[in-house]
Nanobody, 129 residues
């Protein structure tokens, strides 16, 4: 039922910034874990940032902590990922994701891809050195 679609990917030089957006529709549960995963070639989808829509407290992977910010706009159900000081290691396809919840938890921050119920189609982020 939930539909997600990312936009905002592109190519930037190291040190640059990008903002990714994820438009969402069909939300019906009281709460959702929402956030972003990324997948580099030869690797699985790994969590980047996650928050519960009920408390909107972002949790971040150590690799992006201090550089990325996740935000959920409740007026239009748009999920954002603000990325700054991008590095070549950030190059990946970025996916937004959602999981219905009955509480304010999001797996203690260790949100695995197999727990995700809804995925966006992905958007490519390429960072040159």
């Amino acid at each position: 039922q939930v539909k997600l679609m990312e936009s905002g990917g592109g190519s930037v030089e190291a040190g640059g910034r990008l903002a990714l957006s994820c438009s969402g529709s069909g939300y019906t549960a009281d709460y959702y874990c929402v956030g972003w995963f990324r997948q580099a070639p030869g690797k699985g989808r790994e969590v980047v940032a996650v928050m519960n829509t009920g408390d909107r407290i972002g949790t971040y992977d150590d690799s992006v902590k201090g550089r990325f910010t996740v935000s959920f706009e409740t007026t239009d159900n748009t999920l954002w990922l603000y990325m700054q000081n991008l590095q070549p290691e950030d190059t990946a396809v970025y996916f937004c994701a959602a999981e219905p919840r009955l509480d304010l938890q999001c797996h203690g921050g260790t949100w695995y891809s197999y727990d995700v119920v809804y995925w966006g189609q992905g958007t490519q982020v390429t960072v040159s050195s």
